[in-house]
């Protein structure tokens, strides 16, 4: 009954690094999505994917790159950290329909210094 | 464009209060609302959902009514308790340009104390 797995929970990274932040989900879900959340501004949406092989940019999608070679993974990269990255990071899946909820994993507090 | 406007937070409240989160909304077309709650150190779940105008969704105790007429999706529980503290987020979802477009609002702090 694992749901949606983030891995790591915790990364501090320099500024320049890159990392892959991965995500999982055993439900089978065609839509797959990476979103930040910062004080104040909610959670905003990076990048989405609507099914293996289909990728596409969300509201702040500069400075990571996100691949779907399976329904099962989506992971995100970043590639050249920044400390305007500093963030919490959410993978988030769900079905096809608007109707049917988001399954979230546990997040990814991530700081660039 | 669509969005989420949630007043804002920290709400602090007593053990047994009552709740009210405001929550409005701004879309075209017609979409579905929901209630996120985030408690600490943890994801976002679902607590509750509405999908159409007059629904009412519930669970836990808390309760929302989706009104089409002023826009609204308010979040109430008639008596809190301190588990209940938390982040709140009111959001919507609808079906725009081939996908899934889920839309949050600022999220909303609530500390319930004993």
């Known amino acids: 009954n694992a749901g949606v797995t983030q891995t790591p929970k915790f990364q501090v990274l320099k500024t320049g690094q890159s990392m892959t932040l991965q995500c999982a989900q055993d439900?089978?879900?065609?839509?797959m999505s990476w979103y930040r959340q910062d004080p104040g501004m909610g959670l905003r949406l990076i990048h989405y994917s609507v099914g293996a092989g289909i990728t596409d940019q969300g509201e702040v999608p500069n400075g990571y790159n996100v691949s779907r070679s399976t329904t099962e993974d989506f992971p995100l990269r970043l590639l050249s950290a920044a400390p305007s990255q500093t963030s919490v990071y959410f993978c988030?899946?769900?079905?096809?329909?608007?109707?049917?909820?988001?399954?979230f994993g546990q997040g990814t507090r991530l700081t660039v210094v | 464009g669509d969005s989420v406007t949630q007043m804002e937070g920290p709400v602090t409240l007593s053990e047994e209060a009552f709740l009210t989160i405001n929550c409005t909304y701004t879309a075209t077309g017609y979409p579905s609302l929901f209630w996120y709650v985030q408690y600490p150190g943890e994801g976002l779940q679902l607590l509750l959902k509405a999908t159409k105008a007059d629904d009412k969704g519930s669970n836990k105790g808390f309760e929302a009514t989706y009104r089409k007429e002023t826009t609204s999706f308010h979040l109430e529980k008639g008596s809190v308790q301190v588990s209940d503290s938390a982040v709140y987020f009111c959001?919507?979802?609808?079906?725009?340009?081939?996908?899934?477009?889920?839309?949050f609002g600022a999220g909303t702090r609530l500390a319930v104390h004993p």
């Open positions: 988030a899946s769900s079905s096809w329909t608007g109707n049917t909820e988001a399954f």
């Open positions: 439900m089978n879900h065609e839509y």
């Open positions: 959001a919507l979802s609808l079906l725009s340009g081939g996908y899934n477009k889920l839309i």
